[in-house]
């Protein structure tokens, strides 16, 4: 494993993850026969916003039966409920094992094995043919890759023509950095924010067309308000990032806020067609 591999997976190690969740679940008195997305919803979907704002996303195309790739799926909220609500066949890769294992597990409690897999690889060397799928799905992964060209190449590679890739990323508006710890960096090593008019320059330089995009920070800024609103109340939940994200949640959570507040970085998601080639 190349040494940038091993410094992301270092970034998201999380040791008996799924076992943890289990035993969360159990606690809070849930049948382990009988699980829900819903009793994992918490802590499955590792963005601003969560599983909300991949519904909404989902809801701006026709997605239904769709062959999706999602790109750095952590431990794979988002393609369950694309595989659950879309009828879609959902392939998760990430480089983080323990992700991985856990995405298969949290999918066999759920009943949604059969349509989603999920394999360690990297995002910058996708092991799957030219054309393999209809839609690639992306949230908050780029923001650990500095080769962004080789990243959106291979995205083009895989998708067929007309394919579409749907993404809701953190960009930097100007030269300052956020502070650290963030999400997904306890340093500037792993954090690679770039902007959005060089992402835009990429894709369209692969051939790719602007569908519709859509600024996403205010929304964002209201949503972490509230949390630390409920975290000040009520304490952190029983089954939620902090799974993920251990002691440092607050503080990484405190800095995408003050970050968004004073205008270094933004929030946008989007949609981007491939054209035929
Ligand atoms: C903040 S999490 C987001 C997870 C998931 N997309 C979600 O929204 O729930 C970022 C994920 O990207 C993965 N990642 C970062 N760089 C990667 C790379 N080069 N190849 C594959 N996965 C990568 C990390 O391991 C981590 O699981």
Known sequence: MEQYDTLVENQYYTPGLFENILERLKQQEVDIS???????????????????????????????????LDVGCGIGGPSRMLADQ??????????????????????????????????????????????SFDVVWTQHVQMNINDKGKFYSEINRVLSDQGMLIYYDIFRKN?????????????????????????????????????????????AILFLSDLFEKLKMNGPPKLGLNVLMGKSTGEKLLNILKGLEEGKIVLQSGIYKKQNQ
């Open 34 to 68: 009988k699980v829900s997305r819903g009793n994992i919803a918490g802590v499955d979907e590792f963005h601003v916003r969560g599983a909300e704002v991949s519904l909404e996303l989902a809801k701006e195309v026709e997605l239904k039966n769709s062959k999706v």
């Open 175 to 219: 030269s300052a950095d956020v502070n650290y710890p963030v999400p997904w960096a306890d340093n500037s090593s792993v954090s690679f924010l770039g902007t959005i008019k060089n992402m835009n320059n990429i894709l369209i330089e692969l051939g790719f067309n602007k569908f519709h995009t859509t600024d996403q920070t205010s929304k």
């Open 86 to 131: 879309f009828n879609c066949k959902v392939t998760g890769i990430d480089l983080c094992q323990e992700f991985i294992r856990t995405a298969r597990g949290l999918s066999e409690i759920v009943g949604l094995q059969y349509n989603t897999e999920f394999l360690q690889a990297s995002a910058l060397d996708l092991p799957f043919n030219k054309g």
